[in-house]
């Protein structure tokens, strides 16, 4: 490993106190706080950390010589010099005494490391990261440290790499990297995430400051580090979790929607981080950001992804691309990718205008001539676009499943965020009388109640709009619900983002 970043967390904190060292060449950079908090409480063992880095990019020799350079642990690696500290430890290039051989080695403070809960986060990141042998993936070499040895100092061992984080990359440029680089270290991350999840390993704290950029058999390779707090299938790890139910660990900017809630994390999980970072990529900035920790999950939970922001005279981003990445910030974790591997093949398919001329399906009416600007359709009454809030919409809801059993409250609750507000009634003809122009027909797994329902709906309120929420959908089934009337159908499990577009296109298209 190279030179590093770190968040500190106050002293004498060990559910929150989580390790976020990324080791880099050069200059401390400065990543997102992680968040290790329960619920909405802020507290000292739980609450949001703050983000604290070296105060200069050289440390000084007095807190190199505090903090152990010239000694020699276990009688096996000579600390050189100071990369990186911070509230959990440091990290040090070292030298293997009897091999010469330059290592970099990550130490714990002791009174931090006298916490068993700290001791088994910097061990589990050791056991993960150990797992795994593969070129984008940072190797870990050894571990050592006993209590009544070296003032109780625990250690890890890893590769010495010299490169930067892409944080320190996309900060360090003025220009966002061109497509085909974008492509290169986005397929590297995928490999290496491929492999950790291969291993039974889920990062949970992926984002550009774990991943770093060094130079490899000549060329540039993207290696994904930092397993702190990295989930592990490992009988060997049989004790209570590190972080309890009723708490949320990661980087708001990176959290995936079932992370946010505290959910079971799966590599589903790290897929939607990995979307988090192609944003980055194409835009510079993740699709949240600029927002309290809080705002950021509630918005990773509830709010479609915003338009990518591509700087002017950059190239457009190729439509496959750019449903990869939608698909990967899919709320629900079952309209991701199955595998990281599969997001790797619709990767290399985006970057192939081959593949792209098959994919996507071609014009089906005839190019009008001219220019440009002379194709382009006219604003309405002649003004240029503005961003607006999007405008509040009451929908009607019609329940034939018990409310819970259908739609989940999740779902409800991203609709009212987007500013779609389900108001419940009880029949066809209370919703005649209500003046609702658009309707969701929460229906189970019976459709046939639901095309009875349509049907009423035809009678009583014949303008009215009805999209269609159903389990167990077959073909037959879904053009038996359009035959009765629905003018869009949704498959349970609904995620709020997907019906709030189902919804809005009723809505523009008027059927």
């Not at 690696?77 to 070292?94: D, F, Q, S, T």
């Not at 061990?123 to 990261?129: S, Y």
């Not at 492999?195 to 992926?206: E, T």
């Not at 946010?260 to 799966?266: D, F, I, P, T």
Request: proline share 8%.
């Amino acid at each position: 490993m190279s030179a590093g970043d770190d968040t500190r967390r106050p002293r004498g904190a060990p559910d929150g106190a989580v390790d976020r060292t990324v080791l880099k060449g050069g200059a401390a950079s400065r990543p997102p706080g992680t968040v290790l908090a329960r619920g909405p409480e802020r507290s000292p063992a739980g609450g949001i950390a703050p983000v604290e880095t070296l105060p200069s990019d050289e440390p000084d020799e007095g807190a190199s010589r505090r903090v152990g350079v010239g000694r020699v642990l276990d009688g096996k690696y000579n600390l050189v010099r100071l990369l990186g500290a911070g509230g959990m430890g440091e990290v040090y290039e070292a030298e293997h005494v009897l091999l010469g051989v330059p290592v970099a080695v990550k130490t714990m403070h002791p009174h931090i490391a006298s916490y068993p809960e700290s001791r088994r986060r910097f061990l589990r990141e050791a056991r993960a990261a150990s797992r795994l042998v593969h070129r984008n993936v940072v190797r870990v070499l050894d571990l050592g440290g006993d209590d009544d040895e070296d003032d109780g100092v625990i250690y890890l061992v890893m590769e010495l790499l010299r490169g930067q984080s892409l944080a320190a990359r996309l900060r360090a440029s003025r220009e966002l990297p061109d497509l085909a680089e974008v492509a290169e270290i986005f397929a590297d991350i995928l490999d290496g995430v491929g492999a950790a999840h291969a291993c039974g390993i889920v990062h949970r704290d992926l984002k550009p400051e774990n991943v770093l950029l060094v130079e490899q058999d000549g060329r540039r390779v993207a290696k994904v580090v930092d397993f702190g707090l990295a989930h592990l299938d490992d009988p060997l790890d049989a004790g209570p979790t590190l972080t309890s139910q009723d708490m949320v660990a990661g980087t708001p900017e990176y959290m995936s929607p079932e992370q946010c809630r505290s959910l079971v994390v799966g590599p589903s999980s790290d897929l939607y981080a990995c979307g988090c970072i192609l944003t980055v990529l194409l835009q510079g900035k993740p699709p949240f950001s600029g927002l309290p920790a809080v705002e950021l999950m509630a918005m990773h939970m509830f709010s479609v992804p915003p338009p990518l922001v591509r700087p002017p005279g950059a190239p457009p981003v190729p439509p496959l691309l750019e449903r990869l990445r939608l698909d990967l910030l899919a709320k629900l974790p079952e309209r991701r990718p199955e595998s990281a591997a599969a997001a790797r093949a619709r990767l290399d398919e985006a970057m192939s205008r081959e593949a792209e001329s098959r994919r996507l399906p071609s014009r089906k009416a005839e190019v009008p001539l001219g220019e440009r600007g002379e194709r382009a359709p006219a604003w309405l009454d002649g003004e240029t676009a503005r961003h607006e809030p999007a405008r509040e919409h009451a929908v009607a809801l019609l329940r034939i499943v018990p409310a819970g059993q259908g739609l989940s409250e999740a779902c409800e609750i991203g609709l009212d965020a987007q500013r779609i507000h389900l108001a419940e009634v009880a029949d066809a003809a209370a919703l005649a009388e209500s003046g609702l122009g658009v309707a969701v027909v929460d229906a189970g797994a019976d459709v046939d109640a639901a095309c009875a329902l349509l049907e009423a709906l035809g009678r009583a309120a014949p303008g009215v709009r009805a999209v269609v929420c159903a389990a167990g959908l077959s073909s037959e089934r879904m053009n038996a619900l359009v035959a009765a009337g629905a003018a869009d159908v949704a498959r349970y499990p609904v995620a709020p983002d997907v019906l709030s577009r189902k919804i809005a296109r009723v809505v523009r298209r008027g059927r």
